[in-house]
Each structure stands twice: as structure tokens, then as C-alpha cells.
């Protein structure tokens, strides 16, 4: 099975849930609130100040790159390098809650 990278929005969300409930046959009784405490704690303790914001703004408001980068007057690449970076650490951390 390929790894993608999924944004979560109110179109997807339940669905995400739901496989992730699955994949884990139901060891966990609320995966929603399970994943959810766990990318915020994850977030809040490992990333930057700058880095939450471009989390917050990305992820959790579903904002493009190109919006981000007009409304904080950088350039878009700049914008897109720093929410690579966001990926890929809380990417990293994953493995060691969820498996």
C-alpha cells in the first residue's frame, strides 16, 4: 500500500477517521479524539512559532500555499518550504504513537 499525504477537511474527515479505526481493528475506542490530541500535543510541543502558524493556516484552515504567502507578504516557495517541513516532522513522530 502507498503512503500519500492527505489534507483533512470537513469533505474527508469522517472518512479518515474511519480507516484509521479500521486499520487499527478497533483497539481504540475514539480514533478522532485519539488522532486529534495527538497532532495538536505533537504540533504545540515540536514545532516553531512560525511553523504552527503555517500548520494552523494550511491544515487547519485549508488555506493554499499562494493565499498564505500573499497574506504574510512571503514568497510562496518560502511558504511551501516551511509546511514541507512541518510534514516531515510530524510525519517522523507519527510512527512512534501509532504503531
Known amino acids: ?3 500519500t499525504l492527505v489534507n483533512f477537511n470537513d469533505e474527508n474527515k469522517d472518512y ?3 480507516e484509521f ?3 487499527n481493528q478497533g483497539k481504540t475506542h475514539n480514533p478522532k479524539n ?3 490530541k495527538f497532532i495538536a500535543k505533537t504540533a504545540e510541543i ?3 512559532e512560525k511553523q504552527k502558524m503555517y500548520f494552523n493556516e494550511f491544515f487547519i484552515n485549508g488555506k493554499t500555499v499562494n493565499q498564505i504567502a500573499l497574506e504574510i507578504g512571503r514568497d510562496k516557495s518560502t511558504v511551501s518550504r516551511q509546511i ?3 510534514k516531515q516532522k510530524l510525519k517522523s513522530l507519527t ?3 501509532f504503531n
Open 1 to 3: 500500500m502507498r503512503n
Open 21 to 23: 479505526y479500521k486499520r
Open 84 to 86: 514541507t517541513r512541518v
Open 16 to 18: 479518515l477517521y474511519y
Open 46 to 48: 515540536t514545532l516553531t
Open 34 to 36: 485519539s488522532m486529534l
Open 95 to 97: 510512527p512512534l504513537y
